[in-house]
């Protein structure tokens, strides 16, 4: 454990414990105006500091324990220009008024502006309400509001959560779906609200924040819409803020959000809402009220295969799901890291998941991300081979979507599901991959055979799956197989080392099966659950040693190799042979420029 000199941080004389603004040794030089600034925010009880200003951050008990490189970097992000902000016209204010029911006080409180502003969605200027977003006291956002739900906010500037200073020393936090609904628990005279920036479309703007803002709320009132993409909302926020401290609020019939509620029940209705938002159950007793929403959207939308790689003749067998347990066996060296690489890869890009990996057999990490440096671009890993500005872009986004847990001393299965729980929470990971599973350090109490002990670790997997809503891969060998003609047999579940239960706790299972004479790759899949996601059968592959692809091998041929640097497209937005979208940041941004709507304020 460091001290706070050793990172040249100076605490005010005398304390000890509790949480202390102070300078930052980092930002207090160089080119800041207010010298005097105290953005460093100190917690003395965890040891944690960050700097509001430069994105200084860390901890002094710091071991290491996972990292990634960019998680000390902070993007730079443009600050919004310069402009008169003081106004509502007559019309507009009395519009809010009038049909929202926002007083001119809490216009003016949430320093709401009107005016021009290029709207992209329209391909021109249009008149705007304008929600400015705070930070620290300063503008680092606008967004802009057409007359008909068009939305546009500043490129390159930073993507924040709505009125975020003013959560800060408060105990609880209500957040909502947008501005407008934030406004109205305003209204109500609640002080801590905040609105997501863009709708149900991914919450990469909590990754710097949640900590900071968040780590201290002792309940959390999600009050988002009660819509479809509401509730994916809801439940990506119950995800990241743990289910313990999260309340649901519900606006009754005829309401699918805060401002409706208020318009049309008033505000201590809604004071009340929140006053009745239900607990999440997290264990226990279930009856089918409590399961009726999620059982009702089945009904309408029946049961979907679950994601996919794009790899067709594997897709056809197997669909992913978050909150299950995938298990995957294979003779050393016949690929099976590579295999899961390459479905990480491709759910990545397909999904925008993000991966932790606790994988020792990758030691050292760098090993790691070069295997995904190739994945991604297509390109063998060196300098030949790899322009510098496709591996940055590599780096860069490995950096966003992959995580990697790798403890100085503890490989205790708790101490690496703390650390995946961590970056659920901090960097919203979809996905945990261990490999393998002989890396974990297995502690068997006194008394305890090794099969109940398997199942009970499988347990633990299956319960942290399950309640973080994550998708686990757990790669595990197989015992030493028999011999036939000279080479050994392919495993299926029930030959990894140690018990059936390798069989029995998946969700998913598969082998990955190198053919030395045929020159292919077989992956066998051995248990899909539910019938919705998939079957039993075999996959073709030949693997491209030059960048650790895999190519279908289909009717005994090997198919065209493919060298295409996946970020490129990705980057630009455009699908790709893959079948990717785009980048959770970019679907983020498109959110607000295309939802059109039928025409509500009076401009
Ligand atoms: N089909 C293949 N053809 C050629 N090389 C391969 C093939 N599959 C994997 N390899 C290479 O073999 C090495 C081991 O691969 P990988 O680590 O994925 O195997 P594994 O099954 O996970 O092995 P282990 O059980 O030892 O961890 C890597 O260098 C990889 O590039």
Same mark, same amino acid.
């Given at each position: 454990?460091?001290?706070?000199?050793?990172?040249?941080?100076?605490?005010?004389?005398?304390?000890?414990?509790?949480?202390?603004?102070?300078?930052?040794?980092?930002?207090?030089?160089?080119?800041?105006?207010?010298?005097?600034?105290?953005?460093?925010?100190?917690?003395?009880?965890?040891?944690?500091?960050?700097? %509001?200003?430069?994105?200084?951050?860390?901890?002094?008990?710091?071991?290491? $324990?996972?990292?990634?490189?960019?998680?000390?970097?902070?993007?730079?992000?443009?600050?919004?220009?310069?402009?008169?902000?003081?106004?509502?016209?007559?019309?507009?204010?009395?519009?809010?008024?009038?049909?929202?029911?926002? *007083?001119?006080?809490?216009?003016?409180?949430?320093?709401?502006?009107?005016?021009?502003?290029?709207?992209?969605?329209? $391909?021109?200027?249009?008149?705007?309400?304008?929600?400015?977003?705070?930070?620290?006291?300063?503008?680092?956002?606008?967004?802009?509001?057409?007359?008909?739900?068009?939305?546009?906010?500043?490129?390159?500037?930073?993507?924040?959560?709505?009125?975020?200073?003013?959560?800060? /020393?408060?105990?609880?936090?209500?957040?909502?779906?947008?501005?407008? $609904?934030?406004?109205?628990?305003?209204?109500?005279?609640?002080?801590?609200?905040?609105?997501?920036?863009?709708?149900?479309? /991914?919450?990469?703007?909590?990754? @710097?924040?949640?900590?900071?803002?968040?780590?201290?709320?002792?309940?959390?009132?999600?009050?988002?819409?009660?819509?479809?993409?509401?509730?994916?909302?809801?439940?990506?926020?119950?995800?990241?803020?743990?289910?313990?401290?999260?309340?649901?609020?519900?606006?009754?019939?005829?309401?699918?959000?805060?401002?409706?509620?208020? &318009?049309?029940?008033?505000?201590? #209705?809604?004071?009340?809402?929140?006053?009745?938002?239900?607990?999440?159950?997290?264990?226990?007793?279930?009856?089918?009220?409590?399961?009726?929403?999620?059982?009702?959207?089945?009904?309408?939308? !029946?049961?979907?295969?679950?994601?996919?790689?794009? =790899?067709?003749?594997?897709?056809?067998?197997? #669909?992913?799901?978050? !909150?299950?347990?995938?298990?995957?066996? !294979?003779?050393? #060296? %016949?690929?099976?890291?590579?295999? &899961?690489?390459?479905?990480?890869?491709?759910?990545?890009?397909?999904?925008?998941?993000?991966?932790?990996?606790?994988?020792?057999? @990758?030691?050292?990490?760098?090993?790691?991300?070069?295997?995904?440096?190739?994945?991604?671009?297509?390109?063998?890993?060196?300098?030949?081979?790899?322009?510098?500005?496709?591996?940055?872009?590599?780096?860069? =986004?490995?950096?966003?979507?992959?995580?990697?847990?790798?403890?100085?001393?503890?490989? /205790?299965? /708790?101490?690496?599901?703390?650390?995946?729980?961590?970056?659920?929470?901090?960097?919203?990971?979809?996905?945990?991959?261990?490999?393998?599973?002989?890396?974990?350090? =297995?502690?068997?109490?006194?008394?305890?055979?090794?099969?109940?002990?398997?199942?009970?670790?499988? *347990?633990?997997? &299956?319960?942290?799956?399950?309640?973080?809503?994550?998708?686990?891969?757990?790669?595990?060998?197989?015992?030493?197989?028999?011999?036939?003609?000279?080479?050994?047999?392919?495993?299926?579940?029930?030959?990894?080392?140690?018990?059936?239960?390798?069989?029995?706790?998946? $969700?998913?299972?598969?082998?990955?099966?190198?053919?030395?004479?045929?020159?292919?790759?077989? +992956?066998?899949? %051995?248990?899909?659950?539910?019938?919705?996601?998939?079957?039993?059968?075999?996959?073709?592959? #030949?693997?491209?040693?030059?960048?650790?692809?895999?190519?279908?091998? +289909?009717?005994?041929?090997?198919?065209?190799?493919?060298?295409?640097?996946?970020?490129?497209?990705?980057?630009?937005?455009?699908?790709?042979?893959?079948?990717?979208?785009?980048?959770?940041?970019?679907?983020?941004?498109?959110?607000?420029?295309?939802?059109?709507?039928?025409?509500?304020?009076?401009?």
């Amino acid at each position: 454990m460091g001290t706070w000199s050793d990172t040249g941080i100076e605490i005010p004389f005398g304390r000890t414990s509790g949480k202390v603004k102070t300078l930052c040794p980092k930002c207090r030089e160089g080119s800041r105006r207010h010298k005097l600034d105290k953005s460093l925010s100190v917690n003395l009880d965890e040891g944690l500091y960050k700097c %509001h200003y430069c994105g200084f951050s860390g901890s002094i008990n710091q071991k290491k $324990d996972y990292y990634n490189h960019r998680e000390m970097e902070k993007k730079t992000y443009r600050k919004p220009a310069w402009q008169n902000n003081t106004k509502l016209s007559d019309k507009l204010a009395r519009y809010l008024e009038d049909e929202r029911k926002l *007083s001119q006080a809490t216009l003016k409180k949430f320093r709401l502006s009107e005016g021009l502003h290029y709207i992209p969605a329209k $391909d021109r200027k249009c008149n705007t309400l304008q929600f400015p977003y705070f930070l620290n006291g300063e503008v680092v956002n606008v967004k802009y509001r057409t007359g008909d739900k068009a939305w546009a906010i500043e490129a390159g500037c930073e993507l924040i959560l709505y009125n975020l200073d003013s959560t800060v /020393g408060k105990e609880e936090v209500i957040i909502t779906e947008g501005e407008l $609904d934030c406004m109205s628990f305003g209204e109500c005279g609640f002080e801590s609200v905040v609105s997501v920036p863009n709708g149900a479309n /991914g919450t990469a703007y909590l990754d @710097n924040y949640i900590e900071e803002y968040f780590d201290d709320k002792q309940t959390v009132y999600i009050a988002v819409d009660t819509d479809r993409k509401g509730i994916i909302l809801r439940n990506e926020l119950i995800r990241r803020f743990g289910p313990e401290r999260c309340k649901v609020v519900t606006y009754g019939p005829g309401c699918k959000d805060a401002n409706e509620h208020l &318009v049309k029940y008033g505000p201590e #209705s809604l004071r009340i809402a929140v006053a009745n938002a239900e607990e999440i159950r997290i264990e226990g007793i279930f009856t089918l009220p409590d399961i009726r929403q999620q059982a009702d959207l089945l009904f309408r939308e !029946g049961l979907h295969p679950g994601m996919t790689t794009g =790899h067709s003749d594997f897709d056809r067998l197997l #669909s992913f799901e978050t !909150g299950r347990l995938c298990v995957v066996t !294979g003779i050393p #060296s %016949h690929g099976k890291s590579e295999f &899961v690489d390459e479905i990480a890869v491709r759910l990545n890009l397909n999904y925008g998941l993000k991966f932790a990996y606790f994988s020792p057999e @990758n030691h050292p990490l760098p090993y790691l991300a070069a295997k995904l440096v190739s994945k991604f671009t297509g390109k063998r890993f060196d300098r030949e081979s790899l322009r510098p500005g496709a591996y940055e872009r590599a780096c860069a =986004h490995i950096g966003d979507n992959f995580s990697f847990i790798y403890p100085e001393e503890d490989f /205790g299965i /708790g101490n690496i599901l703390e650390k995946a729980s961590f970056l659920v929470k901090k960097k919203g990971i979809r996905v945990l991959v261990i490999d393998p599973y002989n890396a974990i350090e =297995h502690q068997m109490p006194h008394g305890t055979n090794e099969t109940n002990y398997i199942s009970a670790l499988l *347990s633990k997997l &299956v319960t942290f799956a399950r309640q973080k809503d994550v998708l686990v891969f757990l790669v595990a060998h197989p015992r030493k197989m028999e011999m036939k003609g000279g080479v050994p047999t392919a495993p299926n579940l029930y030959d990894v080392n140690g018990s059936a239960n390798f069989y029995n706790k998946a $969700d998913f299972g598969f082998t990955v099966y190198r053919d030395y004479r045929e020159d292919h790759v077989r +992956v066998d899949v %051995h248990k899909v659950k539910f019938k919705h996601l998939g079957k039993c059968g075999a996959a073709y592959f #030949s693997y491209d040693y030059a960048n650790g692809r895999y190519v279908p091998f +289909v009717n005994g041929k090997k198919g065209k190799e493919d060298d295409t640097d996946y970020l490129e497209s990705y980057c630009q937005g455009s699908q790709s042979s893959i079948g990717f979208t785009k980048s959770a940041e970019e679907l983020e941004q498109e959110f607000i420029a295309d939802t059109t709507e039928a025409a509500d304020l009076p401009f």
